[in-house]
């Protein structure tokens, strides 16, 4: 099966300015996360769909970020306006599951943002 | 809140010997955890999983202890070879979520 689909890989901008990052998970996958990684640090959660619903957006800045998943499949990140402590990889994944969707996380390479 | 970390944020061992990478979680209630590898420029990658009515489990050149009494838990990696060159991070479930805990992650490095 295809795996999880990200763009852009890289993007760099500057503070304030805005970015959006895509993601197609694999077919069929009913839960979608997003997930920030920081350089040295482990990946942290910002939002977690499961199809067009969110299920938790407890860690999401929600002042400056917010994420859509429109038709239940493929879903969308922004940024709006971005700081320097933004920089990090942000990682999209997938599960079939929609209970203890933990099992099964499929992550997408992830988009490098890096803000000047 | 969880919190899952690494003993060691580096290491580095010889092609061909063993490597065990160690994490502590705080959370005494967590049944259910997960190593995953990851490659650099590549997102996380599922390596071996184990619930907690289990402690030990193996995989291909893999093995994961769990030691519930010290909440703690090792990822054993036999012969090490330069592809298993990564970062390597244990997971929990988050408490009350449906979704994981990542700790900070141990970078091994395999020297050939």
Known sequence: EAGV?????????????????????????????????????????????QNNGVVDDSQLPKDRFSAERL???????????AKLEDSAVYLCASSRAQYQSYYGYTFGSGTRLTVV | ?????????????????????????????????????????KGPQFIIDIRSNMDKRQGQRVTVLLN???????????????GDSAVYFCA?????????????????????
Do not use: M
Not at chain 2, 70 to 79: G, M, R, T, W
Not at chain 2, 93 to 106: D, E, K, S, W, Y
């Open chain 2, 92 to 112: 929990v479930p988050r408490q009350g979520a449906n979704n994981l805990f990542f700790g900070t992650g141990t970078r091994l490095t395999v020297i050939p």
């Open chain 2, 68 to 82: 519930k009494t010290v909440k703690h838990l090792s990822l054993q990696i036999a012969a090490t070879q330069p």
């Open chain 1, 71 to 81: 038709k239940g499949v493929d879903s969308t990140l922004k940024i709006q306006p």
């Open chain 2, 1 to 41: 809140g969880e919190s899952v970390g690494l003993h060691l944020p580096t290491l580095s061992v010889q092609e061909g010997d063993n490597s065990i990478i160690n994490c502590a979680y705080s959370n005494s209630a967590s049944d259910y955890f997960i190593w995953y590898k990851q490659e650099s420029g």
């Open chain 1, 5 to 49: 689909a990200q763009s852009p890989r890289y993007k760099i901008i500057e503070k304030r300015q805005s970015v959006a990052f895509w993601c197609n998970p694999i077919s069929g996958h009913a839960t979608l996360y997003w997930y920030q990684q920081i350089l040295g640090q482990g990946p942290k959660l910002l939002i977690q769909f």
